[in-house]
């Protein structure tokens, strides 16, 4: 069983910048792919990175790519979302999530693929 907890979200205007953190129980933390995910009211939770149990490798979705950074440390038991030039469509709340997976793949792209989900930070950009 694995605990999430996201922080770090807030009020920021277009270009700026925030940092989240997900705070995860468990001493095994380091066997868990991570993945970030957002959400706005009406749509569905949509993909915005992952990365690996070893934190060697991360995925990025299109609309954050090369603005976005995902970055973990095991030794803490958390993974960051880095957002810069941050956009007013990026307006969402953000959901930390893990699954417990030997290999990293494609599959950390999909939501189904997650065990265990926390319960979101809301990060608003104005414009």
């Known amino acids: 069983q694995v605990q999430l907890v996201e922080s770090g979200g807030g009020l920021v205007q277009a270009g700026g910048s925030l940092r989240l953190s997900c705070a995860a129980s468990?001493?095994?933390?380091?066997?868990?792919?991570m993945g970030w995910f957002r959400q706005t009211p009406g749509n569905e939770r949509e993909f915005v990175s992952a990365?690996?149990?070893?934190?060697?490798?991360?995925y990025y979705s299109d609309f954050v790519k090369g603005r976005f950074t995902t970055s973990r440390d095991n030794a803490k038991n958390t993974v960051y979302l880095q957002m810069n030039t941050l956009k007013p469509e990026d307006t969402a709340g953000y959901y930390c999530?893990?699954?417990?997976?030997?290999?990293?793949?494609?599959?950390?792209?999909?939501?189904?693929?997650?065990?265990?989900w926390g319960q979101g930070t809301q990060v608003t950009v104005s414009s």
């Open positions: 990365i690996s149990g070893s934190g060697g490798i991360a």
């Open positions: 999530a893990a699954y417990y997976r030997s290999t990293f793949g494609s599959t950390a792209r999909e939501r189904n693929a997650y065990n265990y």
């Open positions: 468990g001493r095994t933390f380091s066997s868990y792919n």
